[in-house]
């Protein structure tokens, strides 16, 4: 079976750091992008980017190109998603999700459950 | 950026209606490259429709993708009480990728 499995949630406080996960399994972990959705409390869904675990090659939306990191490991299938200095306006829910097939341009077909990052004092 | 609006904001049905949910987007968006996703409350969002018309793989045929950027169309011929959840449009050929505001399909 193809499936991600995320990390469990998080609470942090304002400044710290974090680093979520995300673990690919049934597939060649390598040949496919993998991105992260933003959906915070109530709301819609965000693009945050993607990256191929194959070379770690990372492409960003403007809006967290800075503000976060992705990175990968594909010795244990797993990509990550890292902050240096959370915010409290970055508690959300984080997704990550696999692309359909092998393009870096396709729709997200394989989801993570979902990690809930909550930042307050 | 490509803002993707969809509407209505909430469509009211009963179980064995049809529904019909339309996206727009601000620019030109190849059809090949966009995409419906059903969520459910706490649940992940799952692909239902890529290349706005081609069902994605396990989706039953009761939902059908049609149109362009201009006017895309998500179709669900017969609701079933397990389709009552949010939808989203998508368009993935321009970076940043996008996501409409979404679509709530609740129970009259």
């Known amino acids: 079976e193809v499936q991600l499995v995320q990390s469990g949630a998080e609470v942090k406080k304002p400044g710290e750091s974090l680093k979520i996960s995300c673990k690919g399994s049934?597939?060649?972990?390598?040949?496919?992008?993998i991105g992260w959705v933003r959906q915070m409390p109530g709301k819609g869904l965000e693009w945050m980017g993607i990256i191929h675990p194959g070379d770690s090659d990372a492409r960003y939306s403007p809006s967290f190109q800075g503000q976060v990191t992705f990175s990968a490991d594909k010795s244990i299938s797993t990509v990550y998603l890292q902050w240096s200095t959370l915010k409290p306006s970055d508690t959300a829910i984080y997704y990550c999700a696999r692309h359909r097939d092998t393009s870096s341009v396709d729709a997200f077909e394989v989801w993570g459950q979902g990690t809930m990052v909550t930042v307050s004092s | 950026d490509i803002v993707l609006t969809q509407s209505p904001g909430t469509l009211s049905l009963s179980p064995g209606d049809r529904a019909t949910l339309s996206c727009r987007a601000s620019?030109?968006?190849?059809?090949?490259?966009l995409a419906w996703y059903q969520q459910k409350p706490g649940q992940a969002p799952r692909l239902l429709i890529y290349g706005a018309s081609t069902r994605a793989t396990g989706i039953p045929d009761r939902f059908s993708g049609s149109g362009s950027a201009a006017a895309l169309t998500l179709t669900i011929s017969r609701l079933e009480p397990e389709d009552f959840a949010v939808y989203y449009c998508q368009q993935y050929g321009t970076s940043p990728l996008t996501f409409g505001g979404g679509t709530k399909v609740e129970i009259k």
């Open positions: 620019q030109s968006v190849s059809s090949s490259y």
């Open positions: 049934g597939y060649n972990f390598t040949n496919y992008w």
